[in-house]
């Protein structure tokens, strides 16, 4: 089959299209024929081999699985024979640790939700990753409610474009922060207001918020918590830090703080759900959020999609069609 296979940690040109075997599921697993899947944060971080902490889980001088690819949206070519919720030409839809950037993947049946009925591969494929890490950071570190004031630092990329829909469809009103050009796409999915931080500065404004949810990383402890209430939760998702352990230092810092403040201090760290991808598939389906999408390439294109994303020109997710 056709895939991208990766053997080194480097830049996108370490990647290429080439052919791999076809994998051959278990008893337990489900052979899905992919036609779509996304770049996500995880696919840069096994790329480069950064940080290098990492590497641990990943493979010491090279990665252990060579297809990389974390989400998917496809048909079901085979089932296992333990297999009970899904059957030949089902559209199904995942969040998984490799794979996805190839014709096919053997995906564990526990992994898989039915795809939403109302997108197409390609927009269904935009969703596992982002929108469960949302969907975490938001209501479960978050504890997001009606009513409140919600903070998205981030809020024009693949989680934020997403944090920033759950949350208002949750009833809160919502602040967006993102760059000029971005302005327009975070007001257009339903944020109440928009900062943009090339003009502003939020942590020096007046407004309170009781919930911010921050994936850009480009603001300090203190400065985040001068403009949280005093029973404020701060959600730390930012991958940014340095290329040893990444950002597990800020996150240090946030737990080693956290005993002495009354505001709450939380690190996410978001891990494959299918219970929240059938809540998402019902949160799209009825229309209260819907995937943003930059850019489409083609599988043989993932070296230069990978290019792009990570000079970090992207906005909302980009799409690989199969």
Not at 186 to 205: C, K, L, M
Not at 294 to 322: G, Q
Request: proline share 5%; hydrophobic share 40%; glycine share 10%.
């Amino acid at each position: 089959m056709k895939a991208i296979v990766q053997e080194k940690y480097g830049t996108p040109d370490v990647l290429r299209i080439g052919e791999a075997d076809k994998p051959t599921p278990g008893d337990d697993d489900v052979l899905v024929r992919v036609h779509a899947s996304s770049v996500t944060h995880g696919d840069l971080v096994t790329m480069t081999g950064e940080p290098y902490l990492g590497r641990l889980a990943f493979g010491l001088r090279g990665p252990k699985r060579q297809v990389p690819g974390r989400d998917i949206a496809g048909e079901v070519e085979a089932v296992g024979k333990n297999v009970t919720r899904f059957r030949p030409g089902d559209e199904v839809y995942a969040e998984i640790s490799a794979g996805g950037f190839a014709e096919y993947a053997s995906v564990p049946e526990k992994l898989l939700c039915a795809k939403p009925a109302n997108l197409s591969f390609a927009e269904a494929a935009a969703v596992p990753w982002a929108a469960n890490t949302a969907l975490q950071g938001l209501r479960d570190r978050g504890e997001l409610a009606r009513g409140q004031k919600v903070l998205i630092n981030g809020a024009s990329g693949g989680v934020g474009t997403f944090a920033v829909q759950i949350a208002k469809a949750a009833g809160a009103e919502v602040t967006g922060v993102c760059s000029t050009r971005n302005v327009e796409l975070v007001r257009s999915i339903g944020a109440d207001h928009v900062v943009d931080y090339t003009r502003e500065d939020f942590t020096t404004g007046d407004r309170r918020y009781d919930l911010i949810f921050d994936l850009a990383g480009n603001h300090s402890l203190s400065a985040f918590r001068r403009v949280l209430n005093p029973r404020g939760i701060l959600v730390l998702s930012s991958s940014k830090g340095n290329r040893w352990v990444g950002p597990m230092g800020r996150l240090i810092s946030a737990l080693m703080l956290a005993p002495f403040v009354r505001h709450r201090l939380r690190s996410l760290m978001a891990s494959p759900s299918p219970d929240n991808l059938a809540e998402l598939k019902e949160m799209l389906e009825s229309g209260r959020i819907a995937p943003a999408i930059d850019r489409t390439y083609a599988l043989s294109d993932v070296p230069e999609a990978m290019r792009y994303f990570s000079k970090e020109h992207a906005k909302a997710k980009i799409v690989i069609t199969v």
